[in-house]
């Protein structure tokens, strides 16, 4: 079946470190992908998409590129802020949109 | 523009109780969707609509949650009689689909959630 995989948060940084967070996919041919964010307290907005393949989304500073031959998606940020804290979530659709568990995100000072 | 508009944010009732959900989708999408939060189970489809039709409910927990949508600009879900492992989270989120049947843009809109706790 069509599923999406992240790595298991939390996931704890200072600020202006490196971030990537892991997505690996499975799912017939080759769905659109995406990450949406979700602040405290808030719903979950869109954050970047990538519809084929060696594309690469970006946005706010994270980019992820679709990779086919490894059936990834990976989130990553070169400088992480405090007010990136949040919960990130990869997804594909398929149909529906289908999301991976989420991994919780937290920006020390 | 006004984005999703949820209601209530917060609701604390007993257990048996109705409650009854409701969401304004953004105007002009034709897509709308319930999903459930908590920290076990994570996010859950719970039904989506397309043109006010349901589309998929087979992520409805059980018979005691329904959803209708009489009309483009409104939804309800309702949970009777409620227990307190309904408490969670309740999103609903909009798209505007480009094919029937599916969020074929992938691009969902959020509303801000309803808390519910069901003592």
């Known amino acids: 079946g069509n599923s999406v995989t992240q790595m298991e948060g939390p996931v704890t940084l200072s600020e202006e470190a490196f971030l990537t967070i892991n997505c690996t996919y499975t799912?017939?041919?080759?769905?659109?992908l995406f990450w949406y964010v979700q602040y405290p307290g808030e719903g979950l907005q869109l954050l970047l998409k990538?519809?084929?393949?060696?594309d690469k989304g970006s946005n706010k500073g994270f980019e992820a590129t679709y990779r086919k031959e490894t059936t990834s998606f990976h989130l990553e940020k070169g400088s992480v802020q405090v007010s990136d804290s949040a919960v990130y979530f990869c997804?594909?659709?398929?149909?529906?949109?289908?999301f991976g568990q989420g991994t919780e995100l937290s920006v020390k000072p | 523009d006004a984005g999703v508009i949820q209601s209530p944010r917060h609701e604390v009732t007993e257990m048996g109780q109705e409650v009854t959900l409701r969401c304004k989708p953004i105007s002009g999408h034709n897509s709308l969707f319930w999903y459930r939060q908590t920290m076990m189970r994570g996010l859950e489809l719970l039904i989506y609509?397309?043109?006010?039709?349901?589309?998929?409910d087979s992520g409805m927990p059980e018979d005691r949650f329904s959803a209708k949508m009489p009309n483009a600009s409104f939804s309800t879900l309702k949970i009777q009689p409620s227990e307190p492992r309904d408490s969670a989270v309740y999103f609903c989120a909009s798209s505007l689909a480009l094919l029937a049947g599916g969020p074929d843009t992938g691009e969902l809109f959020f509303g801000e959630g309803s808390r519910l706790t069901v003592l």
């Open positions: 990538a519809t084929k393949a060696d």
């Open positions: 799912a017939t041919g080759y769905p659109s």
């Open positions: 997804a594909l659709v398929r149909g529906k949109l289908i």
């Open positions: 609509f397309n043109n006010n039709v349901p589309i998929d």
